[in-house]
């Protein structure tokens, strides 16, 4: 059964940083590219940034190009997004899931976890 668990969400300040964490199960995690999205209220959930199974490509929406980064961990099946230089347009629920490096979910994954909420205050 695949399951993920997404953590490290919080309130914080314009300009601070988090770092998201996404441990997965049930699945051949080094197989896959990963990626973590994100869905601000009232709008439609968006991808932000993709990485290949084996780490050597990043791929990241316009808008955070520059302040995340993601990168992964197979020994341990954890997902990570690094986010410096956060704006309060970032406040959102973010998710991880498998991704395609359109930024795209991977078809028939899925949203599996239950998603870590991030808020930037002005």
């Known amino acids: 059964q695949v399951q993920v668990v997404e953590s490290g969400g919080g309130l914080v300040q314009a300009g601070g940083s988090l770092r998201l964490s996404c441990t997965a199960s049930g699945f051949r995690f080094d197989l896959y590219d990963m990626g973590w999205f994100r869905q601000a209220p009232g709008r439609e959930r968006e991808g932000v940034s993709c990485?290949?199974?084996?780490?050597?490509?990043?791929f990241y929406t316009d808008s955070v190009k520059g302040r995340f980064g993601i990168s992964r961990d197979n020994a341990k099946s954890t997902l990570y997004l690094q986010m410096n230089s956060l704006k309060p347009e970032d406040t959102a629920m973010y998710y991880c899931?498998?991704?395609?490096?359109?930024?795209?979910?991977?078809?028939?994954?899925?949203?599996r976890g239950q998603g870590t909420q991030v808020t930037v205050s002005s």
């Open positions: 899931a498998a991704c395609l490096r359109d930024l795209r979910v991977y078809p028939n994954f899925g949203f």
């Open positions: 990485i290949t199974w084996r780490g050597g490509n990043t």
